[in-house]
């Protein structure tokens, strides 16, 4: 018998002014790791805020846990971990100081210290938070998101700007939560990452899911997809070497 949806959005639509960034998006997300793919501008940062509570839908049904994010944010916030594109961090707090402030929010946190190890945040932990690297700014939206120990995290690009070492240590973190039992809805560029992490994938394009399945049924539909944003027209979502993972790529 399959699980109840963790996430299930139906005829989602969103404008920004005359723009249709999501456009009557369905989606479903079960129990597991759900990869959410697409170039810029596909509409995946603004679904996904949709489903945190942080933007309204303009058309559309959206539930999360089975609640409602907007009307219903009070009861859902607490089983959640929401790990942003940006933002979200006291720009002149330290690292270690923001993270321990959030464990201190939830009822039963992780161990701290033992997460910043994992991460690799030791050695900026007294490092005020705008004077931490890209890479070390998105360790720790990643120990924010999961230090409460969320029955489900949304991650948006962890991945980005990292190197090799810390792109590995945050898939090994990704595993350990699907161990553990928790849900994560993860949004990226790289198909291989989603071969790595993912249970089920889901690709976005122009605002509509246009493929849902297991990651190796989803890797066939990825090379044709095309994204219809202005700011990426012509822009083809593809292997661009045997040695690079797919990602974005603008045609010759």
């Not at 009307?71 to 961090?89: D, E, N, Y």
């Not at 590995?168 to 989603?194: F, K, P, Q």
């Not at 890797?219 to 822009?235: E, I, L, M, N, Q």
Request: with cysteine; proline share 6%.
């Amino acid at each position: 018998m399959q699980s109840e949806p963790v996430v299930q959005v139906q005829g989602l639509v969103k404008w920004y002014g005359t723009k249709t960034a999501v456009d009557g998006l369905d989606l479903e997300a079960r129990r597991g790791v759900t990869a959410v793919l697409g170039p810029n501008g596909a509409g995946k940062t603004t679904t996904v805020e949709t489903c945190e509570g942080y933007r309204r839908p303009d058309s559309g049904t959206v539930r999360v846990l089975g609640l409602d994010p907007v009307r219903q944010s009070a009861a859902l916030r607490p089983r959640l971990g929401v790990m942003l594109q940006s933002g979200g961090v006291y720009s002149g707090a330290r690292a270690d100081e923001m993270l321990r402030h959030v464990a201190k929010l939830h009822a039963h946190p992780l161990d701290v210290d033992a997460l910043i190890e994992r991460l690799g945040l030791g050695s900026c932990g007294r490092t005020s938070y705008r004077r931490l690297s890209g890479g070390q700014q998105q360790r720790l939206a990643l120990a924010m998101a999961v230090v409460g120990r969320p029955e489900l995290v949304f991650l948006d690009e962890p991945t980005a700007g990292l190197d090799p070492q810390a792109r590995h240590a945050t898939w090994d973190l990704v595993r350990d939560l699907r161990t553990d039992g928790v849900s994560v809805i993860l949004t990226t560029h790289y198909m291989d990452e989603a071969e790595q992490l993912a249970d089920d994938v889901a690709i976005i394009d122009a605002g509509r899911v246009i493929a849902q399945g297991s990651p190796r049924s989803c890797a066939r539909a990825a090379p044709r997809t095309r994204s219809a944003s202005p700011d990426a027209r012509g822009w083809t979502w593809r292997p661009c070497s045997r040695r690079c993972p797919p990602t974005l790529r603008a045609p010759r």
